[in-house]
């Protein structure tokens, strides 16, 4: 990555990785939207909890003067990088960057002199990291395995979004 990123933008990137779940309610976007949420209603029922994990980093950043000694246009930068990789983590999308992925992959190379092509594989970096608890050793993988299968069973508790609704909890 160091070859083809400056250290500006795998800063970015680190930023995005540490903040891309910031302040998850857990609870998924249909919940959010189903149950009239405050964040749905913010985010305007797209990307919310996306748009929510960019808007509590940027606050977390301004807070914690962490940028301050970077100057305007490099601060925007890291904002900017950052909220285009975790905002890719929106699995609504996730068929749109696929696609976009595999139009430059089948083009033989990427162009890492091209902005849209940085920011692509940025993206895709965030979205593999993202998802990638299931490849870890189960010993690790167990603790998220069962707290996501917890948050499916919240969500299902008196609503009619869920299909698991008003079950016992299988991993009990």
């Keep these: 990555i160091s070859n083809h990123f400056s ?9 995005a990785a540490l903040t891309h779940d910031i302040g998850h309610p857990g609870v998924n976007q249909d919940f959010l939207i189903s149950t009239s949420n405050h964040l749905a209603h913010i985010h305007g029922d797209k990307s919310v909890l996306e748009r929510h994990h960019c808007q509590t980093g940027r606050a977390l950043l301004v807070d914690s003067h962490l940028l301050d000694h970077l100057p305007d246009t490099q601060q925007q930068q890291i904002v900017c990088i950052m909220n285009e990789t975790i905002l890719a983590t929106d699995m609504a999308r996730n068929a749109e960057f696929m696609t976009q992925f595999q139009r430059v992959v089948c083009s033989g190379e990427v162009a890492f002199t091209e902005q849209q092509d940085r920011m692509l594989v940025c993206q895709m970096l965030m979205k593999c990291a993202d998802i990638s608890n299931p490849c870890r050793p189960w010993i690790h993988s167990r603790r998220w395995s069962h707290r996501i299968m917890e948050e499916f069973y919240r969500q299902g508790m008196g609503q009619t979004i869920c299909p698991c609704k008003n079950h016992e909890p299988v991993w009990h």
Aim: charge should be neutral; aromatic fraction near 0%.
């Design 7 to 15: 250290r500006l933008e795998v800063m970015a990137m680190l930023l």
